[in-house]
């Protein structure tokens, strides 16, 4: 299967500017058997409720676009975008073939602030098997690997909206190459990391403060890992290609968490800011949705 990840510039607006966008990309891509975008790549990734306005009616305009593109170009296509079901907001992801859509996958520990958190599945049924879908945050976190772990896979995507230091590129690097060979060598499948472009917009609470003074912003760095692939050279500088074999395989390693995360990271950083943090974004969010009712 030949596989492009699109590392697709986050500072674009407006829901029909960034279709174009898109699809300008894809036009150029040599013979795709699938294109990955990023998280919430058809409004662009903002963590603020400022994003709301982008929202898709029960995914209605996202599906037949993403739909109609897969036809046209004769390939798959993972997309994330932003649901609006009822009252309530989701970071969606997904996946629109020939025949239509396969099916889509709900962020579960998705920013408290701006969507709607619960333990949501984390797998699309494709004609070509079983895809891990975990968006951004999710793909650390060890409930995706639980909802993941004793199913056959083809495929894992994890589709990022994803801001670090971009003083620290080697960090960032390391930390993305652990958490995606983690999962290639457990279940000797493919894993796709794709991620956006641009500067960091306005994120409540104390961690978004910490990033703006700190200057985060959206690196790419998107890369497609897997133990035998050929990479695939464009013209397109937004695309990360491969030829990848896609073979449904069973987990045959267990992999290691800390706490509920694939990675040590930092425990104070977690309990005193994140929690928090995450505590008071959900107060805000069922605020503000009380207001809309």
Known sequence: MRIFALQLDNELKGIDQRKAYIESLIAKLPSPDLVVLPELALCSYMASMEIWKYADDRGKDTSAWAAELARKYDTFIGVGYLDKTNSDYYNRYMIAGRDGICGHVTKSEGESAVFRRGDFGSI?????????????????????????????????????????????????????????????????????????TGKLEFMPGKMGEMMAKSGFRMNGMSKIYAHDMKPVQTDVSEAVGADVDITPKKRSKDIKFYGEDILPGNFLFRQFILRPDTEAGIRMYEAAKAQRM
């Open 124 to 196: 699309i049924s494709t004609p070509f098997g079983n895809v891990g879908v975990g968006i951004c945050f999710d793909s650390r976190r060890k409930h995706f690997y639980d909802n993941v772990k004793d199913k056959e896979l083809s495929l894992i995507l994890f589709p990022h909206g994803c801001p670090a230091d971009p003083k620290k590129p080697d960090k960032e690097r390391a930390e993305n190459d652990k958490r995606c060979m983690l999962y290639v060598d457990s279940f000797d499948v493919p894993v796709v990391y794709a991620n956006c």
